[in-house]
């Protein structure tokens, strides 16, 4: 017997109850046609879905490219690509039925041929490891069984492999783009999907162009409409500069951005033609990871003494204007596995920082204040990819660099570099503090990544065999309440008793429109900005 999910009918459910994305003022009724202009804050590293990793990317991914399944807002999933999906009693087997009359911007039929193309690309040596290493990493094979329906067999039972399925690394890719595309990890105009848009022109550091895909008519469950998108085309413009951004809305350069930092969202909301709206991100908290595999952080009193050290409340403070969200968990509050009982927890102890680094032996202090032992200056570096800089991220940094100065003496030594210079620095191990947030449906897919002894981004390199089975537990039941509990353990064990996490704050987004504009909203159940699907102009 199988137990079976089929998802047409909880689509006319989620059709019929979910609440409209709030529009600017004035926007009016949706109407087809005309152009938007849409400034964003991070220019993509690449438009391969299947290798998305920027939170601030995937509004990007999600115009020219579909899955098989989408997420709905109470933590369950309905039909995009897919008509529905059975699972195996065993959980060893899951059968998707696809949707007929899916083409491809190429030309190419969508089918059960073209999903395995994609699941066999991703399992290319060297093409998507982090992908194959947790979300598929219980992916055994996949078989064929006729055009419209696929089994995906597992080797173990694994929750996550639905995530995947409704995640942009599992949007589908033309299987002719997968074999002629010039430079297939780095997307682009080459590499198409079944999206409502079709990318059609890329200017590096300037901007990105989409054209409308007349023949879609496949949007998941969730979208507010069917059919082709409303805007005949959409400009985003990369803007790094917040003030850059904004100033682009004020004039009238754009007509939507996102990333609207604290100091000028008083600005907006002060002008009658602009609306603003925030939505906290799924998946973990913006943290620091301590690297335990070299001093000064092999030792678990500096890391506590690090924790203690910064007084998060009043940093976020100092760089947010009081608008950002207190993280006390590697997994986010917006998260159903957030623990709440960390809050207040720990750290926010000069007191104690003190003194866990005058056990530590750092008793000495130099010229300029520093703790030192044995002529070492207490020094911890950090090293930000400047590509996945967000949220002015930049700016807390100096602020928590001020922090611990203040209160314990550590010299936390900032670096804002490229892509390059910072994967050379993790590559060697020239790194005490990594910085990272991922935006994850499903927090287990982060967690694994993060902390697992064999994660891809495991860059603090604590290394547990309980906390990887407590990891592979909460990965292989389908118990929400199982799961949850699992997670707790795991968030306890490596935000408190083990310190090798220091949480900082909640990732936000922020959209900003004029009155010209309807359809802005966020994504369900990830809480970034949406795609250009539901966008409209009024005329």
Known sequence: MSRTRVLLALALLVAGCSSPAPAAPGAGTPVSGGSLTFAVETEPITFNPHLY??????????????????????????????????????GLAYTFHLRTGVTFADGEKFDANAVKANLDQLFVTGYAPSVTAV????????QVVDPQTIVVHLKAPDVLVLDFFASPQGGQISPKSLREAKNLKAGGVDVVG?????LDRYQPGQEVHYHRNPAYNWAPATAKHQGPAYLDEVTYRFLKESSVRVGALT?????????????????????????????????????????????????????????????VDTVLKSVYRGTATRAWSVVGP????????????????????????????????????????????????????????????DILAQAVQAAVKQSAGIDLKVSLVDQATANQALQTNQYEVFDNSRLDTD????????????????????????????????????????????????QKLTVVDQAVI?????PQDQVAATDSVGGTGFEVAAGVPASAYGLWVAK
């Open 194 to 198: 079944t999206g409502p848009f079709v």
């Open 443 to 490: 927090a287990g897919t982060a967690l694994n990544l993060l902390l697992a002894s064999s994660g891809a981004i495991n860059r603090g390199q604590y290394k547990d065999p309980h906390l990887d089975q407590l990891l592979v537990d909460g990965q292989s039941s389908t118990d929400l309440a199982k799961r949850t509990a699992v997670y707790a353990q795991v």
């Open 334 to 393: 917006a998260s159903p596995f957030y623990d709440k009982s960390l809050e207040k927890a720990y750290g926010n102890d000069a007191a104690a920082a003190n003194k866990l680094l005058d056990e530590a032996g750092w008793t000495q202090r130099d010229a300029d204040g520093f703790r030192t032992k044995n002529g070492q200056r207490l020094t911890v570096r950090l090293v930000q990819s400047a590509p996945f800089v967000r949220d002015r991220r």
């Open 53 to 90: 990793a920027q939170a601030k990317a995937r509004l990007l991914v999600w115009n020219s490219f579909d899955a098989l399944i989408a997420h709905d807002d109470k933590g369950g999933y309905v039909p995009w690509l897919a008509t529905g999906y059975d699972v195996a009693a065993d």
């Open 502 to 506: 220091l949480p900082l704050y909640a």
């Open 135 to 142: 979300q598929l990493r219980n992916f055994k094979d996949a």
């Open 251 to 311: 004039s009238g350069q754009a007509q939507v951005v996102e990333g609207v930092p604290a100091t000028d969202q008083d600005l907006i909301s002060a002008n009658s033609h602009l609306a603003l709206n925030r939505q906290l991100n799924a998946g973990t908290a913006y943290s620091y990871y301590l690297n335990v595999t070299h001093a000064p952080f092999d030792d678990i009193r500096v890391r506590r003494a690090f924790q203690d050290a910064v007084d």
